[in-house]
Nanobody
């Protein structure tokens, strides 16, 4: 059974950094594209970053140049490095692989 578990969220001041991690169970991890989504209060869930199995990455315009998605296939881990955080980045961040989702980790950016 595939399971995704996020960690690394927390409270950070504007301009600070956080690194989110997602541990993925399942043997097909290295063949799957991975993504991070976020959902702010009262808003729809939106894709933040996606990393395809071949290495291509795409980012939401709002995070380009500030966020970086990466993966470690040997450890079945995917990461989201978030720099220059803004209050608008406050949301629950979710790890996604195909139809599977983690439970999310809360990121709060104070001004």
């Amino acid at each position: 059974q595939v399971q995704l578990m996020e960690s690394g969220g927390g409270l950070v001041q504007e301009g600070g950094s956080l690194r989110l991690s997602c541990a993925v169970s399942g043997s097909l991890f290295r063949f799957k594209s991975m993504a991070w989504y976020r959902q702010a209060p009262g808003k729809e869930r939106e894709m933040v970053a996606r990393l395809f199995s071949g290495g291509v990455t795409i980012y939401a315009d709002s995070v380009k140049g500030r966020f970086t998605i990466s993966r470690d296939n040997a450890k079945n881990m995917v990461y989201l490095q978030m720099n220059s955080l803004k209050p608008g980045d406050t949301a629950v961040y979710y790890c996604n692989m195909a139809e599977y989702w983690g439970k999310g980790t809360l990121v709060t950016v104070s001004s």
